[in-house]
């Protein structure tokens, strides 16, 4: 029997687990379709957490390689306002090169031709053509997507001599933006300059720029961004293929590496700091003639301008006023470091399978440990996640989003930890059954002892039930009682109740079954049997060590006090008013009143007016007259339950 019992106690556990597992999985294999179809709001949770990661690895310094030469307000005040004429930036440019940039990018457009202080052609632009080939200077132009025609079809562009190649298999289209038009300088100029590159720099949709597009399609040709083309010039490497790898993940492969790119040829920035963590040089001080030496010595050198009304800045998860031509530094940073930051090729794939082990994981502690030690474990590998991802990012330089294990794995803990709560909801219901039941079998036990002594015990103890249940229901109506009955204690009295009178198998049988009136001796041996049930009571709690809980303090109050009087001339102790338990005066009344109703073998009932009116009078003397009132409003139901369970 042990082992039987042992056996399909494990079987429960099992099955429990089992219904646990199941419940912390599916909320796992749903942020799975979360991860692989990215939904919009999703992807700003992500950008989120991707900038508190970015922002929470070291920052390291930018490549000396790079500078900044500002047309800064200060540059304005003292030359004049820009755009300055073409001779001034051919000026500019020759000061570069004798102080030994190695390339000179212009974060500026020349798309109309230079401004002339009469209605001749201005000889500016030609000077400025003349100084562009010795000074290895790659020109900005600007791609516009719109579909409209805005912007210019004769520009001369340098184009990037590559070939994309895309996965095998892939049915996708060219991993490239499509262009429809660009705004570009002067054909003279762009002829004359030893290369070109888009400026374009399109922050996701938050408004942030963690990323900018390497490469764009345009007229079926690939073009380089701005930075891309100085950093070819300055260092000489060859682009060998712009590959495909799979519908998130591209690489620009380089003689000089590889550079990782999303599936749109972005790269992803790795910010140097806030503003102006680049050398800052006015333009002002270079055509002065007032820079340190070899600031500018073998440097990829990017002009632009920060002056007001000019400037153009935008936000990045570091700043959110970060000059455009910083970006294009930023760049041309990560291109000479090479210190990418990127999505793993196979990103998708561990976050699938961070998001399930950590489901499994988390749902399978739930099952086994509980929710305390459950919770703490969800919280430690919250925690975990976050450092690993971090890690990843500092180290690697590899982004792995936080955001779906987290969501995996907090929907999972909640989905369990329902699960395992409506697991011990049942299996608290199914013990307050099974406590349901002992307590009748108790009850009805008992109640069999005094049936066995008093063949007229069992219709009276039913009718004292249901006679309890009706007065308690509306005496709970009544203010100074409306907080002891509740319907839990309602139920409990009126199961209860029927004992009142155990205490008579204590009473010897010729006294429990005399035909006649009992003399005062015999009366006095009679009223011993509240005491008689309440040891009943007390030496079966003290047999089992059971504590004094609701139902046996309730048992007692109703088997030691229902004889009481509301005036003190009661038995056994003579306790008055309200020291006589709420319990022990509502029984009261319904004994009285079934034994006036009630057929005896020495009397005949009473009618119900006659034992109302009787227990009327009795009101305050032997009985609580809030009760009595709340019984003569229930007396009419009280005669029906008389009619309905009468004595055999």
């Known amino acids: 029997m042990t082992n039987t019992v042992t056996a399909e106690t494990t079987s429960a556990r099992a099955e429990s687990r089992r219904f646990v597992l199941l419940c912390g999985l599916a909320p796992a294999i749903l942020t799975v379709a979360l991860v692989v179809y990215r939904p919009g709001f999703i992807a700003e949770i992500d950008y989120a957490a991707y900038d508190v990661l970015l922002r929470s690895i070291p920052v390291r310094p930018p490549d000396a390689r790079v500078a900044i030469v500002d047309v800064d307000d200060l540059s304005l005040s003292e030359i004049g306002q820009w755009p300055w004429r073409r001779d001034r930036v051919a000026e500019l440019i020759s000061r570069l090169r004798e102080q030994g940039a190695a390339v000179v990018a212009l974060d500026v457009v020349f798309a109309e031709p230079d401004r002339s202080d009469s209605n001749q052609p201005s000889p500016w632009d030609e000077t400025l053509a003349s100084a562009l080939p010795g000074g290895r200077v790659v020109l900005g132009y600007a791609l516009t997507f719109s579909g409209t025609d805005a912007g210019q079809r004769d520009c001369v562009l340098h184009p990037l001599a590559v070939p994309i190649v895309q996965a095998e298999g892939s049915a996708s289209d060219v991993p490239l933006f499509h262009a429809e038009r660009a705004v570009c300088s002067l054909p003279v100029l762009a002829r004359a300059a030893g290369g070109s590159g888009f400026l374009n720099a399109i922050p996701d949709a938050d408004g942030i720029l963690r990323r900018v597009p390497l490469v764009i399609e345009y007229g079926g040709t690939a073009y380089p961004g701005l930075a891309l083309s100085a950093v070819l010039a300055a260092t000489g490497a060859q682009p060998l293929a712009l590959r495909s790898r799979n519908a998130n993940t591209t690489s620009l492969e380089l003689t000089s590496g590889a550079v990782p790119l999303d599936g749109r040829s972005n790269l992803l920035l790795r910010y140097r700091g806030t503003k102006r963590s680049f050398p800052y040089v006015s333009a002002v001080d270079v055509l002065a003639g007032r820079t340190a030496p070899d600031v500018f010595r073998n440097a990829i050198v990017f002009v632009g301008t920060t002056a007001l009304g000019t400037r153009e800045v935008v936000s990045t998860p570091l700043d959110t006023r970060f000059a ?198 015999e009366y006095q041996e009679m009223k011993k049997h509240p005491v008689y049930g309440l040891d009943v009571i007390t030496n079966a709690q003290r047999d089992v060590g059971a504590g004094d809980d609701q139902i046996l303090s309730m048992a007692k109050d109703i088997v030691y006090t229902h004889h009481e009087w509301w005036d003190g001339r009661g038995y056994p102790r003579g306790l008055k008013g309200t020291a006589i338990p709420i319990a022990g005066r509502l029984v009261a009344v319904v004994d009285v009143y079934d034994a006036m109703t009630a057929r005896r073998r020495y009397r005949q009932p009473m009618s119900h007016q006659e034992a109302v009116d009787l227990i009327i009078a009795a009101k305050a003397t032997h009985f609580d007259p809030d009760v009595v009132d709340a019984f003569v409003r229930v007396a009419a139901r009280l005669s029906e339950v008389t009619r309905a369970i009468a004595d055999p």
């Open 324 to 521: 455009g031509v910083e970006v294009q530094a930023t760049v041309a940073d990560n291109l000479l470091r090479g210190d990418y930051l990127s999505r793993a090729e196979h990103a998708v794939t561990i976050e699938v399978v961070t998001v399930l082990a950590a489901g499994i994981a988390i749902t399978l502690l739930v099952a086994r440990v509980g929710l305390p030690l459950g919770t703490a474990a969800g919280a430690a590998f919250l925690l975990a996640i976050w450092l690993a991802m971090r890690w990843q990012l500092a180290a690697k330089g590899e982004y792995l989003s936080p955001v779906f294990p987290m969501i995996g794995l907090m929907a999972s803990l909640g989905a369990a930890t329902v699960a395992r709560i409506a697991q011990e909801r049942s299996r608290a219901d199914r013990a307050t059954r099974e406590t349901d039941l002992a307590h009748q079998l108790m009850v009805r036990s008992l109640l069999s002892l005094t049936e066995v002594r008093d063949a007229d015990t069992g219709s009276h103890s039913r009718r004292i039930q249901q006679y309890s249940r009706l007065l308690a229901e509306e005496l709970a109506q009544h203010r100074s009682f409306r907080n002891y009955l509740t319907p839990e204690r309602i139920d409990l009295l009126s199961s209860l109740a029927p004992l009142h009178d155990i205490g008579k198998v204590g009473v010897p049988d010729y006294l429990l079954n005399k035909p006649g009136e009992l003399t005062p001796d």
